[in-house]
């Protein structure tokens, strides 16, 4: 038997507590005659420090809930019988198998098999044996043990993943479970000993603790793999572009295939040289609404079919319209947003200028967003229409310019206004932008954003639901993105006309509008790729919660952990799909194509591994080394249901005894 | 000591003195002698065969009494008059409970219970009158029916010398034994320290009330029951049911005297409702206090 928490064993000390009460005694030991006691109501009696121990019984129950409880809380458990004691002379031989992507390659799994079944075959009898699955993180398969049984039916059930394995983690990973084991360590790492596998740094594959190191190749010389390395999709242009490579190949004809939502639509004859690489481009794509699965192969495949394919998630581009409400629609501000925002070459936008006025009988749904080149032009029924669009999800930039000043109130917003900062003319005294939240998807890749230069601002009360992408050296708010129920206002505190500043006519000033408007019309937000091990959840894809299933349509995340924050760790190539709001978005997940590569390990640089590791030095031989077999039996149900009937029990004594000192007949 | 206290009676009515006594009837003997000592320096006739006065005749008086001697001397009538004249009987109810056994200095409450019975039964037998008495706990233990016969006192005083503390108390018991065997008119002196309900003590009083007994109550008390002194908290443990309890020195003197004495005067309303006289005696006090009671209720009732 054993305790899980032995440190919860002090809580013993506790029973000093019921022997000092115990001590305790009223004053009055001795019983006196009287008349009667109709007259008499007990009193509460005053208390001295007996020299002995009284009430015995009821002392000896209460010492013995509290122990139990401290027994309880240090979670005693019965250890499984040792499976046996270990031999002096005995090792522990830790058997690695790898399982990254490329071990799927011809025959590389069943040699690979093969081999750790002749190492389990030839292990000494005694020694322990211990199996570890690595590919992109370690897995502990099979605990120390002396069986090989459990041994061989974990390696039967094992199979290689869509990994990359990086021989430094792997090291890293010996020397964690190495370390604490105290007999001597051999290592058996059977792998294809890809070259793409070894880490940056060579000094990496040197353990760090003492082990015999044995490295078993799974590969063949002469092995050779084609791979689709990559797939792009330009929404402008519409095409596809795939790049093919071969790695030890010879000169090849191949055909590449594009299957579109699981059809076949396209195929282009490739000729690939020896170890060469090709590039195919697709185009005139029938493209269906919202998110489209584009899955690109070649015909035939090879020994790794594996990395023969490449998914892609391919949305059509929809030309999307924004409405610029500004007094001028020939003016300077509308002239640098129009051009600015139709200079976007990821979408084509359309920008249809109007006056607030005249904008009145417009449907506002219509459009992708809304941008205001002076709040100050809107009257309040202007500002509540636009208020109205903006909380049924739509999008507002706003700027904040020279006819805002004197407003009491941002409209539609309702930020306070604080007042206009006049620094200068232009030429003159000015401010720069000092802070950046560069992690805003709105503002990634702009950093020329500095060299602007601000004349004149206006000054708005941020809300706590605000969010400061952009501050002035002074701290006053330059850029605010708020939340407005379903929708959200980017608010911009200076002018857009050039007038109190020179942003427009900047560089940095298309990037910036185009990064504001793909925020605004909420198209930042879609990831439609991850790599293999990340995590995926449905915010990532703009949801609020969702349903995430599986390429193999099984449900990673079902309803009743939506919303929850829980994430879905993802392990299979192919297409994972999200459900949810009403929407059904798509995120591909590809292998990570540097495991095409199959070249090996130069065979000087295999032997320099070989010879890195600390030659294993002498090991204390093992003494009264045991191997739990089982897991622990829990044994504080029991003791926690002791401990109940022994409260009973003491409850009734200790009652008994407040009966007999209250004078009660017992 | 008998010497000394022979020659100073009044000291005999010390409830001290009488218990160094070992005779009953000594005791007796010796507290109505103090009494009468005393009485001659008081107002009090006394009540005995001995001639008091004469009187002349008029009319209402009863001719009985008229003195035929002198009237054949004189011609005229004269009434003589005895002090106690009038024969009557007395039954004394002794209560010998477990609780009765009390003391908190030399004499127990049963103690002074049996010597006030003692001094009773004698004063009575003095006087020729009929002298019974009833022992009781929770059951009648004795039972003397009233007589005057000679030798009456002696097996009277020789019964109440031999009660002991017995059990609880029971006062229907001896009240009910009481009626069934006494049938004239007469006093009745029951001597306890009656813890009981007045209620309960009415339900045995009241009968023999409207049976036209004059009953006198003595409530036999130790002063640790009037006035208890705690310097510490106790564990009392009733003499009769034998519970418990814990009391603090707080309580004892100020919650229990109050407690005591609405008891007291419970009772003493009670006694009053039912036609009976109340007196509180207390074992520090001397008898005399008590037997001077008696022989003013034997006064108003003869």
Redesign the interface.
Known sequence: MTLLAPLFLLGVLAVGLPMWLHRLS???P?????????????????RVLAKRLQYLLLLAFRIGVLVLLAFAFARPALLGAPEAIVEDSARLNLIIMDTSASMRHGQRWPRARDIAEGIIDDVPSGDLMQLLAVGRTARVLVDPTLEASGLRQSLNALNPDYSHLDYGELMNAVDLTARGVELPVVVHLVTDLQQSSMPTRFAELAAQVPLELNIYDAARPGESNWGVQSVSWTPATQQIAVSVRGYGTPPAEKDLVLELNGERVAQQPLSITADGTVTAEFGGLDLGEGANRVRMYLDPGDALAVDDQRFVVVKRPEPRTVLLLTQDPTGRDALFLTAAMETMTAQATTVERSTPAASSDLDLRAYAFIAVADAGILSDADAERLREYVAAGGGLLMALGQRSAGSSAVPVTGHAFLGTAQLGATGGAFTTVGTMDSSHPALAGIDELRAAKFYRYTEIQPVPADQVLVQLERGQPLLIDHRLEQGRVILFTSSLDRQWNDLPVLPVFVPLVSGLASHLAGELSVQTEARLGATLSPRAVGLASGQIFDPQGNAALGIAAAGLGDEVLLESIGFYEILGSGRTELVAVNMDPIESDLRLIEPNALERWRNLNVPLAEVAAAENVTVEGAEPTPLWPWVLGLLIAVVFVESWIGNWHLR??????A | MNDRAAANPQHLLAPEVLASLSNLELVARAAVNGLLHGLHRSPLFGFSLEFAEYRAYSEGDDPRFIDWNVYARTERTYIKRYLGETNTHLVILLDASA?MG?SSGKVS?LQYAKYLAATLAYLAARQHDAVGLIIFDEEVREHRRPSSRIGRLHSILHAIDRAEAGTGTNLSVPFERFRQYQSGRGLVAVIS?F?CEPEAMINGVQPLAYQGQDVILFQVL?PQ?LEPELK?????????????????P??MRS??RE??AE?IESLRKAAARAGADHELVSTRDPLDAALRNYLTFRQRRG
Do not use: C, W
Request: hydrophobic share 30%; glycine share 6%.
């Open positions: 009223s004053e009055n001795n019983k006196q005659k009287f008349s009667s006691v109709m007259f008499l109501e007990p009193g509460e009696p005053r007999v000192r209250r004078g009660i007949a | 609780s009390f409450k320290d813890y130790d029951e510490e908290s106790a564990l009392l443990e009733d003499m009769e049911t034998g519970e418990s309890m814990e009391v603090s707080i309580f919650r229990y407690r005591i008891h």
